[in-house]
């Protein structure tokens, strides 16, 4: 199991701490979005069913109570008046096997509790420069599929009415279009 110290990870991946910079209102939501679709897609199997720790207190937008998922990664909250670092130790604490566990962050004292605890640690900038190689070209929008493409779109009829187009599209008439 991965346990990931959330924003500490968010803020080694340059790509998102720009994000955060840059859009100071909703940046935080983005890079978090970004974030767990990287870990999602990552090829490495650990990375792909991460469960990720966030600082409730710096959610900054309504999260669901029981987190957020992208594929088989987890994000979890810290409640109020409890930090990412105390959840991620509890969950190794808890552990039947905390040696099968690795934590991924570049803070040294949760770093060194972790292991204290018989868990693995692993340096955020690792994870960062593997999910976010240095020259990369971030895109803000998800990767397509094997075997998907845009010709859909290219089919689409072109009109300064884009609801109308895509009505008639899907072939939608009449009553249908109201």
């Known amino acids: ?25 909703k940046g935080i939501e983005r890079a978090r979005g970004l974030l767990l679709s990287r870990l999602a897609f990552s090829r490495e ?23 957020l998922s992208r594929g088989n990664v987890r994000a979890h909250f810290s409640e109020p008046g409890t930090s990412a670092d105390d959840l991620i130790l509890t969950y190794v604490r808890a552990a039947e096997e905390p040696r099968a566990i690795r934590v991924v962050t570049s803070d040294r004292e949760l770093a060194g509790h972790a292991r204290t605890l018989g868990a693995r640690a692993l340096e955020s900038e690792a994870v960062a420069d593997r999910l976010f ?45 109201k």
């Open 45 to 67: 199997a650990e990375l792909a069913r991460a469960t990720v720790i966030f600082d409730g207190s710096r959610v900054g937008a309504y999260v669901p109570p029981h987190g």
């Open 133 to 177: 190689p240095p020259g990369e070209p971030v895109r803000h929008k998800p990767a397509r599929g094997p075997g998907e493409s845009d010709s859909a779109l290219r089919r689409a009829p072109k009109r300064d009415d884009e609801v109308g187009a895509w009505l008639d599209y899907f072939g939608f008439e009449g009553e249908e279009r």
């Open 1 to 25: 199991m991965t346990l990931i110290d959330g924003y500490n990870l968010l803020m080694k991946c340059a790509p998102l701490r720009r994000l955060v910079e840059s859009e100071p209102a």
